[in-house]
């Protein structure tokens, strides 16, 4: 029997099509995770007042220089109280975190900290989210892993976990040490 | 009791069609007619067991058996009745049930009217049915049984169906969508048993298109019934967000017009045999690629269901074996097929083929469209979106010239159109679409967009050409009357499916063009005047619905002082699962429809908001076509000689 | 065409647009011009909402969305143009953040596939046309033309 060529061809993009499919699902391709646009570029600078300090000016080169963790958060945002204790116990570690107060109010902020203790090196206070959308940030909490030289090495949306730092993030952070 | 009873008959459902699945078409290959003759019985069986099935799970929702894990997850003690049984197909479990039900139902309507069938292509198309009827089963058997229940902590009340659901159009739009996509499988059944059993009269043709204009119109009220849901329900006016579950139901609606068009050739003039087969094939398959798009969460969408990577694979394996396997069938058996008969550039059949290519490229693009960000991602390239923008370039692009080719190509002889003066009539037809597609718009709103220009100089090209179409059919006759009866109804099936397609256009053109959209904060006593309509903010109120309660704005509606309509927007809150619903007023006319909708509150009194006005003139137009395309579809055939008892004995003898 | 005369006298009455005033009630946003209204109108239901299913910012209520339509509004105060907004979008929310697909090497196959396609198949169309396929026909045999003939007859 001969075959001609042409009407192989549906079997052909079919089977692309399939194959396409099965490496989706097989590599667990998840649709809705878009990673930072930042990552492997520079930290955007800004201008930002010090959440204890509305006089103190805070800028891009005065916070660069070593390894260190800026987190997203805010006080109406109730997966960062979960994150908190997590933030804590990292920051006892030696792990350097910068605090970025996201679309919040100060005197709330202030409360938050006095009554959950402070894990930041640094509380920058960004009550428009001017910072916030520079970064690309879509929601709190959302953590940013920025090495030395001051270029973002990665992006975490979501509350940290004991568990996540553990498996993955820990890794992160140590190939910028 | 009640759940293990319907566990039970879709297991002998299963059963069932695993025989239908295997006797028919064994007693197809060997040749033994009382194998090929179980396929009736067999098909009612599995209808039957389907049916029990579902009219259990039917019965678990309307009386809240919250044990039944999805009437648990779905369902609240405190809906209405009719949306605790449309509850039943809004989840991805009991819309699979339904979907082989649907499935099933087409069976029997096979085995019920193609009783004039040989034997063996009866046999062989029941079978091919069998085989996608029991691959479906075993997924829901194995992989989504309805039937599941929480024992022994049966919760108290179950967590309530998504607002969004709560609609008329939930009750009303899968169904019709569903009876469409399943629709298809008939048409591909014909195409496989044809293979199977290496007929490819003109009598196949004959036999599956009823069967297709059937689901395609179907298909069309379908997709229209989704378009107004989220019309008026989303509650920002959009009637197509080309979301991949759309595109998902916009694919097989673009083959399956293409089959239409292509079996009509093959039926007419032997023709196109072999294309008939691939679409019929293709049709179906991107019926089932759509489930899968839908169920198996690789892309995201608004409407998806629930993502499961493992019902994924399992679908994604029935699409293999069946797609997989009638493509393979097609390759070798497509040399068989023998086609007649020549036809030049200028002629029916040429256009038809135009058509044809046209719809493939536009449904490909479509689906390209659709998988591309999934293929970048998955390749690591990059993260990307491909949405209205591009996919409406491209349609419009392509659409200009489906329709002017529609507006010749309709008016054409087949095989070689040598009819006198036919250049005139349609130099007179452009003339005359040309201007009036000038004059008309720019008198009206005094502003010219090319856009318009084009889009109504299309619809009245192709309207000049309707008309030509009914001059031509009646002027040889007694009377007008008695010309239009001669022309039969496959005739004027087209001509009405033709007409819907220039009212959709219409539609489509004004109100993408002259839609007005604004935003504007208000309070009580507010008016805001757009266009020649006047819109009295009266009151802000809080009113509460049996499982909601909604901020409501009375708005009413004023053009030259005359009050012509008054509107209820609503902000719902349904408490059970926390939802926020933006619940359009509109006011709709069949010339234009007036859209209010609540966007926020703008203080804590909750009487100052913020309101989006929109004025859309013919937007039911588009609706309005779809209908008309499904009428036509279906009055096509009710042709005498689709009624297989007289015609296809006849056939029968000849084979 | 008594149909027709009604139908322009309503839409006389539905097209006229009329300058268009409000009173009382303010808009949201206030622009200098309507060319810029619409470019804003244009561009927010271009811009994709990077934190929901598949909603464009016009259509969401997400906070994110409210933040982009502000900048995008702001944005096209400042001067900005169209590309220049959606390039300053796409440098802080990836290229995920359009929905109208940016010229690349990945996404140039959007216009070019389709396009290939609807070359063969007009290439197929005048393969079909031009080369004789009575060809075919004549290689019936005489009781499959039999059949063929009583076939099509039924058509008339």
Not at chain 1, 100 to 128: F, H
Not at chain 2, 294 to 318: C, K, Q
Request: hydrophobic share 50%.
């Amino acid at each position: 029997m001969k075959i001609r060529p042409l009407v192989i061809l549906p079997l052909v993009f079919v089977f692309a099509l399939f194959a396409l499919f099965g490496y989706a699902l097989l590599s667990g391709v998840d649709p809705k995770e878009v990673p930072s646009a930042l990552t492997g570029k520079a930290l955007p600078g800004f201008q930002l007042a010090s959440l204890q300090d509305e006089n103190t000016v805070i800028t891009r080169e005065e916070i660069i220089g070593e390894p260190m963790l800026m987190n997203i958060w805010a006080t109406w945002c109730s997966s960062c109280k979960y994150e908190h204790p997590v933030l804590n116990a990292l920051s006892a570690d030696g792990v350097k975190i910068i605090g970025i107060n996201y679309k919040d109010e100060r005197d709330l902020a202030l409360k938050w900290l006095q009554d959950y203790a402070d894990p930041y090196a640094l509380d920058i206070y960004d009550p428009n989210g001017d910072l916030g959308f520079d970064l690309g940030v879509t929601g709190a909490p959302e953590t940013f892993f920025i090495d030395s030289k001051g270029q973002v090495q990665y992006r975490y949306q979501g509350p940290i976990t004991h568990e996540i730092w553990q498996q993955s993030l820990k890794a992160i952070y140590d190939e910028m040490v | 009791m009640f759940p293990e009873f319907g566990q039970f008959s879709l297991i002998l459902a299963w059963v069932f069609s695993l025989l239908l699945a295997v006797m028919p078409l064994a007693g197809v290959v060997l040749k033994k007619q009382a194998l090929q003759q179980t396929a009736t019985a067999l098909s009612w069986a599995v209808f039957f067991f389907l049916a029990v099935a579902f009219a259990i799970l039917l019965h678990a929702f309307y009386h809240d058996d919250f044990s039944v894990a999805v009437v648990a997850a779905n369902s609240n003690s405190a809906l209405p009745w009719y949306y605790k049984l449309s509850a039943s197909w809004g989840n991805h479990e009991g819309s699979m049930l339904l979907w082989v039900l649907l499935l099933s139902t087409w069976t029997v309507a096979v085995a019920l009217f193609a009783r004039t069938l040989t034997v063996e292509l009866k046999g062989s198309v029941l079978g091919v049915l069998g085989i996608i009827a029991f691959c479906f089963l075993s997924f829901v058997l194995f992989t989504s049984n309805p039937f599941e229940r929480i024992l022994p902590m049966v919760p108290a009340d179950g967590s309530d169906l998504n607002p969004l659901l709560q609609d008329i159009g939930l009750i009303l739009h899968p169904p019709t969508l569903y009876m469409g996509y399943v629709g298809f499988s008939v048409a591909f059944a014909f195409a496989v048993g044809a293979l199977i059993t290496g007929r490819f009269d003109a009598s196949w043709v004959r036999w599956s298109r009823p069967w297709t204009n059937t689901a395609w119109a179907f298909l069309t009220i379908g997709i229209a019934l989704g378009s107004w849901w989220a019309y008026y329900e989303l509650g920002w006016g959009g009637w197509w967000f080309w979301d991949p579950v759309e595109n998902a139901s916009f694919m097989p609606w673009l083959i399956g017009t293409a089959l239409i068009h292509s079996q009509a050739v093959t039926e007419k003039r032997n023709l196109f045999k072999s294309w008939s087969v691939l679409l019929a094939i293709f049709a179906f398959s991107f019926s089932l690629l759509g489930t899968f798009l839908v169920r198996s969460g690789v892309l995201t969408s608004v409407h998806a269901f629930a993502a499961d990577p493992e019902r994924g694979m399992f679908i994604l394996l029935i699409l293999g074996f069946t797609i997989g396997g009638s493509l393979l069938l097609y390759a070798f058996n497509a040399a068989k097929i023998k086609t007649s008969g020549s036809f030049e550039l200028v002629s029916r059949e040429s256009f038809l083929l135009m058509n044809n290519i046209l719809l493939v490229v536009i449904a490909f693009a479509v689906l390209f469209g659709t998988l591309l960000p999934l293929l970048a991602d998955a390749f690591s390239w990059r993260k990307l979106s491909v949405g209205a923008p591009f996919f409406n370039s491209v349609f419009n692009f392509l659409m200009v010239f489906l329709l002017s080719l529609l507006g010749i190509g309709q008016l054409l002889r087949w095989k070689k159109h040598n009819k006198k003066g036919w250049r005139i009539t349609l130099l007179i037809m452009l003339v005359s679409a040309v201007v009036i597609a000038l004059i008309l718009p720019w008198t009206l709103s005094g502003k010219l967009y090319w856009q318009v220009w084009l889009g109504m100089a299309l619809v009245f090209w192709v309207v000049a050409s309707l008309v030509n179409m009914v001059i031509e059919r009646t002027r040889n006759s007694r009377s007008f009357i008695a010309g239009i009866r001669k022309a039969g109804v496959g005739f004027w099936g087209m001509w009405l499916a033709h007409l819907g397609l220039v009212v959709s256009t219409t539609g489509v053109v004004l109100v993408s063009n002259f839609d007005i959209e604004k935003d504007y904060r208000v309070e009580e006593g507010d008016s805001v005047q757009l266009n020649n309509y006047r819109f009295d903010v009266d009151r802000f109120q809080i009113i509460q619905g049996p499982n909601y309660v909604a901020d409501r704005g009375v708005v009413s509606i004023y053009r030259d002082d005359k009050k012509v309509a008054e509107v209820n927007p609503e902000k719902r809150y349904y408490s059970v699962q926390g939802n926020v619903m933006t619940e359009a007023g509109i006011d709709g006319s069949l010339l234009r429809d007036l859209y209010v909708s609540m966007a926020e509150p703008l203080d804590d009194s909750r009487k100052v908001w913020s309101v989006r006005l929109q004025v859309k003139p013919f937007v039911s137009w588009l609706w309005w076509g779809a209908a008309l395309m499904a009428l036509g579809s279906i009055v096509s055939i009710t042709d005498r000689r689709y009624r297989l008892k007289t015609s296809s004995a006849s056939v029968e003898k000849t084979l | 065409m008594k149909w027709f005369k009604y139908l322009l006298v309503v839409s006389v009455s539905l097209f006229s647009f009329l300058p268009l005033s409000s009173y009382a009630a303010d808009e949201l946003l206030v622009f200098e011009s309507e060319e810029q209204r619409l470019r804003y109108v244009d561009l927010t239901f271009q811009l994709r909402c990077p934190k929901c299913q598949n909603q464009n910012v016009a259509d969401s209520n997400a906070p994110i969305s409210e933040d982009i339509r502000e900048k995008t509004y702001q944005l096209i105060k400042e001067g900005y143009s169209d590309q220049e907004i959606i390039d300053f979008m796409i440098e802080r929310y990836t290229e995920f953040v359009i929905y109208k697909p940016q010229m690349s090497l990945v996404t140039v196959w959007l216009w070019v596939l389709p396009g290939l396609v609807l070359l063969g198949g007009l290439a197929a169309l005048i393969y079909l046309t031009r080369s004789r396929k009575q060809v075919d026909e004549e290689s019936l045999t005489d009781e499959e033309r039999e059949r063929l003939n009583s076939i099509l007859k039924d058509d008339a």
